[in-house]
DNA sequence: GGACGATACCTCGTGACCGATGTATTACGT
DNA sequence: ACGTAATACATCGGTCACGAGGTATCGTCC
């Protein structure tokens, strides 16, 4: 999940500077109900992150307990942001933890139609016709199984995709100029 | 995703006996649209379940190309799926991805009271109160944000999280003896 | 005064992931 | 005859995740 926790990262800095517990609560906050972030995870990529000049640290000492680090995005740092937004992985489209953090930060995209062709490659990934369960080539629908758990799987997954296709709809929409 | 690769695997094979491509192919029609299978992952893991004694292998020459190495879902590898079935790591559970992959399997649990018991922890895990915003303590609903993008997280994760309850409560209801 | 929890950061080692690359066969089109 | 794709398995190296453990300060309660 390296690209996620980079992305929260720098998505986090560009609203203020924080220091690496803050950093920690926030990120907890937004994704850790469902995948908690460990210190030993979050600190060596900060590490990471310092060291491609994308943040800078300053030491304050004894303001509260611990000398914090307080970190800052660096204009390198801004533009890489903006640039993982606007170009996102492919993982970052299909996987829903991966694009729900990827979607709590695109704001930072100035851009309204580089947004809009954000969420054009999610509408995109969406209406391909995918299953998770086949009969060779044919994807199986959620009355053709007799198994309760995998039609629980196709019917819920098909509840989010509806009610993402909607939201994703009236959001181009909203978004003016994201027509093309 | 080591456990969620793991636990196909095995779930996989509890059917019927397999060959690590066509096991590679049954997976990435299960996951694959999320998050694709590298052969790098497969077949190491396939190494470490058989040195486990969780499955065995049968060499089979020139059916098609390659020879085949056709494996078998051992006694003790049968007793570890219904194990990883009936006691889920937290993150089996709270995490989208690995809870589905734990019920496309989860009819291999042949004791309905455990498998109830299964759902009626995912059940608590979305009864929780949690957002991923908050102001202070204080989780917020999808009308306070004025970003339009994480208010669509809100909407989304809403529509799936109540399509998943309504589903969750009829299958214990039909489960019939699930109830405690 | 001492225990405890929260704050705040860090390192190390084990193990896992995965892209790149290699090997070899069959099948099929041209 | 040759290239290409699919089948089928494997290794290696760089990178990463993360649990366990360590260090140190401050505030609070008993």
């Known amino acids: 999940m390296r690209r996620m926790l980079e992305l929260a990262i720098l998505g986090f800095l560009h609203d203020t500077p924080l220091h690496g517990y803050e950093l920690r609560k926030r990120i907890t906050a937004l994704t850790g109900h469902v995948r ?22 300053e030491t304050r000492l004894g303001a509260v307990a611990a000398p914090r680090h307080v970190l800052t995005l660096t204009p390198e740092g801004r533009q890489e942001l903006r640039k993982r937004l606007a170009e996102p992985a492919r993982g970052d489209i299909t996987d829903e933890n991966r694009w729900f953090t990827l979607l709590a930060f695109l704001r930072h995209l100035d851009d309204e139609a580089a947004q809009a062709a954000v969420l054009r490659r999610r509408l995109a990934f969406l209406e391909e016709p995918a299953s998770f369960f086949y009969e060779g080539e044919r994807p199986l629908s959620a009355e053709e199984l007799d198994d309760p758990f995998r039609r629980g799987i196709l019917t819920i997954a098909r509840a989010t995709s509806r009610a993402e296709l909607t939201w994703l709809r009236a959001t181009l929409t909203s978004l003016g100029g994201g027509n093309r």
Chains 1, 2 share one sequence.
């Open 36 to 57: 908690p972030v460990a210190e030993s995870t979050l600190y060596p990529a900060i590490k990471r992150l310092e060291k491609a000049g994308l943040l800078a640290r």
